[in-house]
């Protein structure tokens, strides 16, 4: 039986990291749309996401044929990985030791690209290109975190729920201000999301290796908990350590 | 070809950023899976020693990076 705190942390955590991917292939979509046109933008954008489906089409049956503890524990040994590498960033993006990412700049760095790019005979096809591989790339992490956080207690619809929502917010978001959603507070959803995916990975690996976790379900949270903390105490000793330093902004 | 290598190396960047956090973590998870499965040390033994190695590699790796961006400044 699964509980809501796993379907709760389930959701969440699907929606917050699709919503940090999708606003960055936005943004990308955007430039292209602005710069050269919406045909190029939504052709690649299009074909990508055809891409995405034919690949979860493909290989997302072959999810049932392996074992469930298999299955747990592999997510979960992927998802440490994955969830320890947006976590550690964060870290050191909140404590100043790595630029924290810019919509803005990502938008004009790829808009001025494409702006050099408009000689070219091929500058539609660039353009489209480029969209393509945002949409394709930002997609591909998208549908592993749908898999990895719901795959593991069969809860995958409640996953895709969580990333189609974030996809609709950052459309509706977009279309409204029609411009990079440079105010959304990337490092910090990417903390949370990284603590959400590591306490997710350990629990799996956990659960794959034949732990009967106390409270069941319930120590998900207190392993996020633990996360939380020692990354907070690790952000405030780093800032302590050098006062003045002030991240810059990359994009 | 390009968009393909793209994805590629996007993919594996996905896990890797960090190749020795990578690869610490990795060793960590197979040193935990053989002592739960030959040494008889339990399964919530080892996802707690696992818990613990993996905050501490987490720590140490942002400890590095950050002396190594100190150093480079």
Not at chain 1, 125 to 131: D, I, R, S, Y
Request: net charge positive.
């Amino acid at each position: 039986m699964t509980g809501i705190t796993t379907i709760t942390s389930t959701v969440t955590a699907s929606f917050l990291a699709s919503f940090v991917e999708v606003v960055e292939a936005f943004t990308i979509i955007l430039a292209v749309g602005l710069a050269r046109g919406w045909r190029p933008a939504l052709t690649g954008t299009v074909l990508a996401l055809l891409l995405l489906g034919a690949l979860i089409l493909l290989l997302g049956p072959l999810l049932a044929l392996i074992p469930l503890h298999l299955l747990q524990f592999g997510i979960g040994v992927l998802l440490i990985l994955f969830g320890m590498r947006w976590l550690r960033k964060a870290i050191l993006r909140a404590a100043g030791f790595v630029g924290l990412h810019d919509e803005e700049k990502a938008f004009a760095a790829q808009a001025d690209l494409l702006v050099r790019q408009a000689a070219d005979r091929r500058a539609d096809f660039l353009a489209g290109t480029a969209a393509f591989k945002a949409v394709l790339l930002e997609g591909v992490e998208v549908v592993f975190i749908v898999i990895a956080v719901g795959a593991g207690r069969g809860l995958l619809g409640y996953a895709s729920l969580g990333a189609v929502a974030a996809c609709l917010l950052v459309l509706a978001i977009g279309f409204l201000v029609h411009r990079p959603l440079s105010r959304v507070p990337e490092n910090t959803l990417k903390f949370v999301v990284g603590v959400m995916l590591s306490s997710f990975g350990v629990f799996w690996t956990g659960e794959g290796l034949g732990a009967n976790w106390p409270g069941s379900d319930a120590a998900l949270v207190a392993i996020a908990v633990l996360f939380v903390a020692v990354s907070l105490l690790t952000v405030r000793l780093l800032r302590g350590s050098q006062p003045g330093r002030i991240g810059a902004t990359s994009p | 070809m390009t968009v393909i290598r793209a994805a590629i190396a996007e993919l594996i960047g996905m896990f890797i950023d960090d190749g020795q956090l990578a690869l610490t973590l990795v060793a960590l998870i197979a040193v935990v899976t053989l002592l739960v499965k030959f040494a008889g040390i339990g399964g919530l033994a080892g996802s707690l020693l696992l818990l613990a190695g993996a905050i501490g590699l987490l720590v140490e790796s942002v400890y590095r990076d950050a002396r190594r961006k100190k150093a480079a400044d």
